[in-house]
């Protein structure tokens, strides 16, 4: 698979210390890229170099064999770009700005525009300064997807979106994987990008902490199991029989059992022998996985 986006070293320190530092990144044609951290932890500065707004400091940026800062216009002309914060002229309505940006970009295929509306379902009659934020976002995402641009680069996309919009987003980026477009994603949406991407990394201050093959996140080689016993008393004989410290009792008849996928068939085994009201996996979620990284509670507000 073609290597279409790569970010060499980029490096960007600003005054007040903080900044991105030795960023590497590399993304294949056909992918959808995840890159996930908290507010401040140097996403959208990453965001910025590729789209060529800002000059890197120290490292390339290089797209599609263009270099990001050097070549900037011919850079944004296969991009489509949804930022994390969105600003449009407010006396403006939303068809009125679709068609200012599809003027500026010299598009002639109005008709998938048409589309794309009717798509997000919404009136772009109205004028954006009465827009909801949901509303707004629609006509971003409009803007951003109108010239079938080869690369996305979505930050926070679905903020706003109801979730049945949510999860037409995700199949859009499905079938925009499809058609082998490339796809970054930036969102505090964890579901939305297990659904998605094929690779994640997280950074944190402004260094990459983790590259993630999202495969596995998914078939991970440790394990959780939630079992309900219908007695008090086979939970008892139960603990008696499997002696694992990776066990958490819940009450009289619950318990979490954290095991390899090596010792599974030992579990089964014993647990075959007892009536159980409840027997599951917990699936281990990139969630679990980031949250880990920063030491954070689920309560904890994050954002991506």
Not at 104 to 132: A, C, G, N, Q, T
Not at 289 to 303: C, I, M, T
Request: aromatic fraction near 10%; glycine fraction near 6%; charged fraction near 30%.
């Amino acid at each position: 698979m073609k290597e279409l986006i790569k970010v060499n070293n980029l490096t960007k320190e600003f005054k007040n210390g903080h900044g991105i530092y030795d960023i590497n990144l590399s993304i294949r044609e056909g992918e959808v890229f995840g890159y996930l951290g908290p507010n401040g932890a140097g996403k959208s500065t990453t965001i910025r170099h590729i789209l060529g707004f800002m000059k890197p400091q120290k490292g390339t940026i290089i797209i599609d064999g263009i270099n990001a800062w050097k070549d900037a216009d011919r850079v944004n002309s296969i991009l489509g770009y949804v930022p994390g914060e969105i600003a449009m002229p407010e006396f403006m309505t939303g068809i009125e700005f679709i068609k200012y940006i599809f003027e500026i970009r010299k598009l002639k295929d109005w008709k998938y525009v048409e589309e794309l509306i009717e798509f997000w379902e919404f009136d772009p009659k109205v004028k954006i300064k009465k827009m909801s934020k949901g509303m707004k976002q629609k006509v971003s995402l409009i803007c951003a997807f109108m010239h079938k641009p080869k690369i996305l680069v979505l930050d926070e996309p679905t903020s706003g979106l109801d979730p049945l919009m949510q999860e037409k987003f995700i199949n859009l980026i499905k079938n925009i994987k499809a058609e082998g477009r490339t796809v970054i994603l930036s969102s505090h949406i964890f579901q939305e990008v297990e659904k998605t991407c094929d690779r994640v990394a997280i950074v944190k201050n402004g260094r990459i902490v983790s590259n993630i093959d999202m495969n596995e996140i998914k078939y991970n080689e440790s394990k959780r199991f939630e079992i309900v016993f219908s007695k008090q008393a086979d939970m008892k004989e139960f603990l008696k029989l499997y002696n694992n410290k990776n066990t958490e009792v819940l009450d009289k008849t619950k318990l979490f059992v954290n095991l390899k996928q090596k010792d599974m068939q030992n579990l089964l085994k014993i647990v075959a022998k007892f009536n159980t009201q409840i027997f599951k996996e917990i699936p281990f979620t990139l969630e679990e996985y980031f949250l880990d990284f920063y030491k954070l509670k689920k309560e904890d507000k994050v954002n991506g």
